[in-house]
């Protein structure tokens, strides 16, 4: 989602500099390539280049075509086959191997529900949404819909491009990737085959820090390079400041009583207790739990966790082995950190590994490809 509100950012700064611009997105790969489909670039008619669509080997040559599509005001549909001799120059700097299908578009600041218009929709919220984005790979010289269809919860939005016969087919599976949680690449139908890439856009990580000493300082560093949510919450008021966050979207000053009533967490929220303050962390840990979190992350040897869940057994409080598999204690990744960068370095990357359903070890170990292909 940092890359989308990179772009959105980047849109504005152009547009009210009077500049054109058009939108470079992945919508399809086959084999190896370094980005995966639904990642952007932003390009302007001045040359500059926000987001990327590969390692550094295709933005020369997708500016060239993004600056055409300016010009003629019309989507393309660019294939790029680092397995062909003629083209591998492309990808010789990463090693790929694959097909990769870039879709370029034109961005008509007119039209309200132009591609960088329903990306703005999607990151205005807190909420999972769709966007479907048509191309033909069958023959790229035909009209190509391009971005054009958006599921949120406040319902479809669509633009001129979408072929109206379609436009039912692609909801149903708009819907169907919502409630799934994944997204996917279907095949239409018209006088043409049309390929849709059904996107799922999640909004970023929400990471609650429950504590402002300084050891948080680098998580925060981390969060904002990431592109996350940081909310930082203590008691101590000379510690929790936006002075000392000036990276942090919230710093709250509350005791362990009311800290809760200040935050709205959700699905893609992660929490971290490192306020260094048993009580506090004890206090904190009875109210989450209920929760079911999908990271609550512990700071401190193993022993401070058995402790804090033997006194809440003995207070009567039931903890279920669901709650137990969302605990994180000792948070963090095994990587022999001890300096307070290294260690936040190992949070982050836990609820990295966590958010997306992975386990955290080495690449190396992994028998299939990085990537689920679409």
């Not at 932003?42 to 599509?69: H, N, P, Q, W, Y």
Request: one cysteine or more; glycine letters at 6%; proline letters at 4%.
């Amino acid at each position: 989602m940092k890359e989308v509100t990179d772009i959105i950012k980047a849109y504005h700064e152009a547009m009210e500099a009077g500049k054109q611009s058009a939108l470079a997105t992945v919508v399809s790969v086959e084999g190896s390539s370094y980005r995966r489909p639904g990642a952007r670039m932003l390009v302007t008619d001045d040359g500059m280049l926000t987001g990327a669509i590969s390692g550094g080997c295709l933005e020369g040559d997708a500016l060239r075509k993004a600056l055409l599509v300016m010009q003629q005001q019309k989507p393309m549909l660019a294939t790029y086959d680092t397995t062909d001799e003629d083209d591998a120059k492309l990808g010789i700097q990463l090693g790929c191997n694959g097909i990769v299908h870039i879709l370029i578009e034109p961005i008509n600041a007119a039209d309200k529900n132009n591609p960088i218009e329903l990306l703005k929709a999607v990151a205005a919220k807190r909420r999972n949404a769709v966007i479907a984005t048509l191309f033909s790979l069958q023959n790229r010289k035909v009209a190509q819909p391009g971005t054009c269809m958006l599921l949120s919860e406040e319902g479809v939005t669509t633009n001129s491009y979408i072929p109206p016969e379609l436009q039912n087919q692609v909801l149903t599976d708009m819907q169907k990737v919502l409630h799934i949680n994944r997204s996917s690449t279907k095949e239409y139908f018209t006088d043409v085959a049309i390929t849709g890439f059904i996107e799922l856009m999640t909004p970023p990580i929400s990471l609650v820090l429950f504590g402002a000493g300084n050891d948080a300082l680098p998580v925060m560093q981390m969060v904002a390079v990431l592109g996350w949510q940081l909310t930082v919450v203590d008691g101590r008021n000379n510690y929790a400041t936006q002075q000392r966050f000036p990276l942090a979207q919230r710093v709250i000053v509350a005791n362990a009583a009311t800290a809760l009533s200040h935050l709205l967490p959700d699905a893609r929220t992660a929490v971290v207790l490192m306020t260094h303050n048993y009580n506090y962390d004890l206090s904190m840990l009875q109210q989450l739990l209920p929760l079911q979190l999908p990271y609550l992350g512990i700071l401190g040897p193993k022993k401070k966790l058995d402790r804090m869940l033997r006194e809440l057994e003995e207070k009567g409080i039931e903890i279920t082995s669901q709650q137990l598999r969302h605990i994180y204690g000792p948070t963090g990744l095994d990587i022999g950190a001890e300096a307070s960068e290294e260690i936040a370095l190992s949070i982050i990357a836990e609820i990295k590994a966590i958010m997306a359903g992975k386990q955290g070890s080495s690449l190396r170990s992994k028998q299939h490809t990085i990537h689920s292909h679409l």
